[in-house]
């Protein structure tokens, strides 16, 4: 059987260069792309779909989701979700990279601090009537200014665009659910950034303390003040997704797995994730196969 692991998808990885964003029709990416996107993937970069019909279910990190006529999903990077296999899609399907967004260095506090890519629950949003209006006038905006490519000022502007459409959406939603205060501490966030690039390089939270120019009981009280875990089970719980990922998506052998995110020994990583899910990877591989 040929091996198949979760593919992962770049946008312009090696083309810093060129514009790290583009909007597309969603009817006719899927005609070109259907192959691959009907299959469960990852990207290095952000992704926006906008469905404007009530028609099939899209899938993120072992939940399907109802698609509904304006409702907006957010896929952060790393994440694995697909498309269901069909040719009735309508709406609007935005790339973009990280980059794109990040002007200083207080900007990575948008995709940290905000919910908009960080409500693993309900990684979507329901559109109002009142909202569709607006978020249409962005929209509207953004695929005039996207056809001056290489023109004076257009990444900026449409950086601008698309930051203050997702802020408006990042306002209702704190209208209209009981919004939990997202972390505002700097050093965590920039634990959370690190953690994201480097969990399956089997750093110890000293290892994490030093990277940040900090100890690891000042490490342990930022994390434990902002989530009430402490930095090891932060650690542990990236690579329990991560692992229940390749087990759930992908048909690797258990060791490569376990190799794959920095484990030398293979049983190692069985009793590792035993202790925290309560069954083998075996078992969980059977159970939701």
Do not use: C
Not at 132 to 141: F, M
Not at 254 to 270: H, K, M, Q, S, W
Not at 280 to 285: G, H, L, N, T
């Amino acid at each position: 059987m040929k091996k198949r692991n979760i593919e992962t998808y770049h946008f312009l990885k090696n083309e810093p260069k060129k514009r790290q964003f583009d909007i597309f029709d969603l009817a006719e990416y899927q005609n070109l792309n259907a192959e691959h996107s009907v299959k469960p993937h990852s990207h290095s970069f952000y992704q926006i779909i906008w469905f404007k019909n009530n028609e099939g279910t899209h899938s993120i990190d072992f939940e399907s989701y109802d698609i509904k006529k304006n409702r907006i999903f957010f896929v952060a990077k790393n994440q694995v979700h697909f498309f269901e296999k069909r040719s009735d899609y309508r709406g609007y399907l935005i790339h973009f990279n990280e980059s794109f967004l990040l002007h200083n260095d207080t900007d990575i506090n948008f995709f940290l601090t905000y919910s908009i890519f960080n409500n693993k629950q309900e990684p979507y949003f329901q559109i109002t009537e009142t909202l569709e209006h607006k978020l249409k006038s962005y929209l509207s905006q953004i695929k005039d200014e996207v056809s001056f490519t290489n023109q004076f000022g257009n990444s900026s502007i449409l950086s601008n665009l698309l930051k203050s459409m997702l802020l408006v959406i990042e306002r209702e939603m704190r209208k209209n659910f009981s919004f939990n205060k997202k972390p505002d501490n700097n050093t965590y966030l920039k634990f959370r950034d690190l953690l994201e690039s480097n969990f399956y390089k089997n750093w110890s939270v000293s290892d994490y303390a030093s990277e940040l120019s900090i100890s690891t009981k000042t490490l342990n009280a930022i994390v434990k003040s902002e989530t009430l875990e402490t930095v090891g089970q932060a650690i542990s719980d990236r690579i329990i997704l991560e692992a229940k990922r390749k087990l759930m998506h992908s048909n690797l052998f258990i060791n490569e797995i376990a190799f794959d995110l920095g484990f030398n020994d293979p049983y190692y990583f069985t009793k590792f994730f035993k202790k925290h899910v309560n069954f083998s990877p075996a078992e969980f591989r059977k159970s939701i196969s």
